[in-house]
């Protein structure tokens, strides 16, 4: 592998999109038909490069190569990103944090909306 340089460089990047269809190419090389499965490009203009993540098939024998700026992620379901946060979460604060809310009511499925409320929080970015 050739050395890499102190600060990651920026890839020259085309997109050449419509609905149901995508060309990417990086530095002008065109990625394969199909490998690409979406793309997320953000970029803030006061004080950024646009940053560009894709989305890609795992098929066997892919190597990608590149610099911080261009991202590769397999994509995750809905799901699989609920379930993953609920895998950290500690049943034991949970519970405290559920059962201290200043509305928790009482009734039948207090505890359990009080759980759900205190889940909504955190996935919200609430502190723990």
Do not use: C
């Amino acid at each position: 592998m050739t050395e890499q340089p102190d600060q990651p460089q920026a890839r020259g990047v085309r997109i050449d999109a419509q609905p149901g269809h995508a060309t990417i190419a990086l530095d002008g090389t065109a990625l394969p038909p199909g490998q690409v499965t979406g793309y997320t490009l953000t970029h803030s203009i006061a004080d950024q490069l646009p940053g560009l993540v894709l989305h890609t098939r795992q098929a066997d024998g892919v190597v990608w190569e590149g610099l911080a700026r261009v991202a590769v992620g397999v994509e995750r379901s809905p799901g699989e990103i609920v379930a993953a946060f609920l895998a950290g979460v500690d049943p034991v604060l949970l519970d405290q944090e559920a059962l201290n809310r200043s509305d928790y009511g009482g009734g039948p499925g207090a505890t359990a909306r009080a759980m759900l409320a205190t889940l909504t929080d955190w996935a919200k970015g609430a502190e723990r």
